[in-house]
């Protein structure tokens, strides 16, 4: 009797995994490279390390309530959640335009002494957590992935600067794991709405917070989740790098159709953002071709091409590309550091829109420039 009921639970338990692996997909990936690295340590993100591109930083350290009562929940009232997304940038440029210049020394000590706080409280009473979403309003789930991606960065420039004060990290990271569990849109504050139901952008988004947020706090499971998430779309690449999601792809002109370029340009940079965390810890994600034949660096080149090519620009918002948009090509530092030729015509229009405006009002890495001590 006792024999039947352990094969009986056997073959219930072995039924319950197969079943699981069946609707969750079984993750084959490879991350033995990712554990030792969370074992033994990461290295910074970034050099950190002030120049010239450190200016004009904000500290912002607006109130808001969690429970938002604006009709659009994060997007709109009080403190909008894109705002709230780039006040880590400033605060890590204003800390290092500090170090830099010895007569700003203020800045550092207003960072340690104000903006920290502010943060800490922010995290004491889950600013973002509460998700609301509308008929016909942003994705609550993308405002946390950009919140995620910046807080992340910050969190990583605080542990290589050894900043943090007693406590103040563990109360962070409790309120980043709520902002990441309720991110995903299976989850039961999302209006019905399935991870499936995500387009293109809203994955590489996920993929860039999920895989910075377990790198930053060594959470294996985290990291993994954004890198499957990197991997839905990196396994769309043809060989010839046309990705074509948003321009020209199935989801050409379902917003407006002069925006397919901007939406293709913000989901690949996402994409390099998190294929730059995978390459920091052994995964190889930028140039290693999928079964087509295609990556997300022949992705990137083909962007560049298409991104400098007058036809291809009738009739598109080029905003984006001159660093006149929230999400404009901040991420570009990011790729210089995986790929170092420069050849992308991308490159020179980063450099010198970034030289002439800066990416302060940028949503993802703003002062990308600053943070890396990235020059010419």
Known sequence: MIKFLFIFLSIITLSIKTNANTFF??????????????KTGT??????????????????MTPY???????KSHTSGKLKSWFFALSFGHAISSYLEGEYHSDLVHLKEDFINEYIPYLVKAAENKYFTVNKWTKGGSSVAYS???????????????????LWKTGQREKIVKWGDILYERSHYNHYANGGRKQHHRWPDTVSKAAAAYMLWGFVNKDLKKFKDGYRDLMQEYKKIPADGKYHQHFKGPYAGEIMD?????LEN??????????????????KTFTKSNKKGGSIKKAIDYLGQISSNPN???????????????????????????DKTDNNPLV?????????????????????????????
């Not at 050099?47 to 500290?59: A, I, V």
């Not at 950009?146 to 990583?156: E, P």
């Not at 002069?258 to 901007?262: A, E, I, P, Q, V």
Request: net charge positive; glycine share 8%; charged share 25%.
């Open 144 to 162: 946390q992935y950009m919140i995620l991606i910046n807080l992340s960065v910050f969190m990583d420039f605080m542990d290589n600067k050894n």
């Open 43 to 60: 290295p910074p993100l970034f050099q950190y390390k002030g120049n010239k591109f450190c200016k004009g930083s904000t500290l912002y």
């Open 25 to 38: 997909g079984v993750d084959k990936n490879d991350y033995s490279s990712v554990e030792r690295a969370f």
């Open 266 to 283: 913000k989901t690949l940079g996402d994409l390099v953002i998190a294929s730059y965390v995978g390459e920091l810890v052994g995964m």
């Open 312 to 338: 291809e620009l009738k009739g598109q918002d080029e905003r984006h590309l001159n660093n006149m948009r929230a999400d404009g090509n901040s991420w570009m530092t990011v790729y210089r550091k995986l």
């Open 258 to 262: 002069s925006w397919d370029l901007y």
């Open 348 to 376: 020179n229009l980063h450099l010198k829109t970034s030289e002439e405006k800066g990416y302060g009002f940028s949503q993802i890495l703003n002062f990308s420039r600053c943070i890396d001590n990235e020059l010419k």
């Open 65 to 71: 309530d969690k429970f938002n009562k604006s009709k």
